[in-house]
């Protein structure tokens, strides 16, 4: 019977993005065994699509009060017979998870747990950037080789979107609770403008959640095509690799559109720091300002510029 592993990883979007090299680590350094990814609802496709996993479980994260919950997860990993964990979420929950095997016999845990067998024991592993955390603490479990992230057989049919080409991505989200990270929408309305009146179309990204800033950025430039809400992870990749450039703030979907290629600037304040979480691509600038309305169209544009004739 072929060896059991376990990984980890809860979200985000950004962080899938960045372990989609250490799943494949972890595949390779594995390959004759049966390897489950235990992760959330909105990664559930993506992880089946990546070729790193045999099986892919969704964690319904329980509540302190579900009981019922706690003791159906924890039956299921004891059950499962798993002879490695690599928790790449290294969360206090997911920590919390090592315990769940209790009262033994615990598999080999690759994380932060107390007690576990191959810990992440750099006392700076938070001020790491997230890619060099996740690598080191693997090489700290024996896999040596991390690869680049690869996003090609990220792949959809977005011919429903008659997307006009060439065009720029615009993903003016991120956090709402963290409303210093966005560039103001007034900036990415000017942004359109200047692009349209050099032939470049605009295609708006973005979740649901952020349809009324996408209804107040569109107000005021009718010509963006507006997809905020109808696009998935495999669109959104596929899109990237038509683009001809993105710009967007420090945000889940940069991370994955940076990776395919696509040439990005990604637009940073002083509310989140790029040497510890930023995106990465063949072809990124990152623009940092103290606070995001102090930088302008222009520089914005010509950034852009800039990455497209390199």
């Known amino acids: 019977m072929p060896d059991r592993i376990l990984v980890i990883k809860l979200g985000a979007l950004g962080d899938v993005v960045q372990a989609l090299g250490p799943f494949a680590a972890i595949r390779s350094h594995h390959a004759g065994a049966h390897i489950t990814l235990l992760t959330t609802r909105p990664f559930v496709a993506f992880a089946e699509a990546c070729g790193s996993f045999d099986e892919v479980w969704t964690d319904d994260r329980p509540r302190a009060g579900e009981i019922g919950k706690w003791r159906a997860l924890q039956r299921r990993l004891r059950d499962a017979g798993f002879s ?3 928790d790449l979420q290294t969360s206090d929950r997911s ?8 009262p033994g016999p615990w598999p080999e845990w690759s994380g932060v ?4 067998s191959h810990p992440h024991d750099n006392p700076d ?7 060099e955390r996740q690598a080191e603490q693997l090489r700290m479990a024996g896999i040596t080789d991390v690869p680049e992230v690869d996003l090609s057989w990220a792949d959809a049919d977005i011919s429903r979107f008659n997307v006009a080409a060439p065009c720029v991505l615009l993903v003016p989200g991120g956090s709402a609770h963290r409303p210093m990270k966005r560039w103001p929408k007034t900036c990415y309305a000017a942004l359109a403008s200047d ?5 470049l ?18 107000a005021t430039n ?3 095509l507006d997809l905020v809400g109808q696009t998935d992870l495999f669109d959104i990749a596929t899109l990237a690799r038509i683009a001809s450039g993105a710009v967007g703030n420090d945000t889940g979907p940069m991370h994955l559109i940076a990776a395919t290629g696509c040439p990005s600037v990604v637009l940073y304040s002083d509310d989140s720091d790029p040497a510890l979480c930023a995106q990465r691509g063949p072809r990124l600038t990152i623009l940092r300002r103290p606070v995001l ?7 914005v544009r010509s950034a852009l510029d800039q990455l497209a004739s390199a």
């Open 84 to 86: 490695r964990v690599y």
């Open 95 to 102: 920590s919390f998870y090592f315990r769940l095997f209790w």
């Open 113 to 116: 747990a107390r007690g576990c």
């Open 125 to 131: 592993r938070d001020m790491m950037y997230t890619v």
């Open 195 to 199: 692009l349209a009146n050099r032939g």
């Open 201 to 218: 179309a605009t295609v708006m990204l973005g979740g649901e959640e952020e349809r009324p800033l996408a209804n107040r950025i569109t």
């Open 222 to 224: 009718p010509n963006i």
């Open 293 to 299: 309305a102090d930088l302008t169209a222009d520089e």
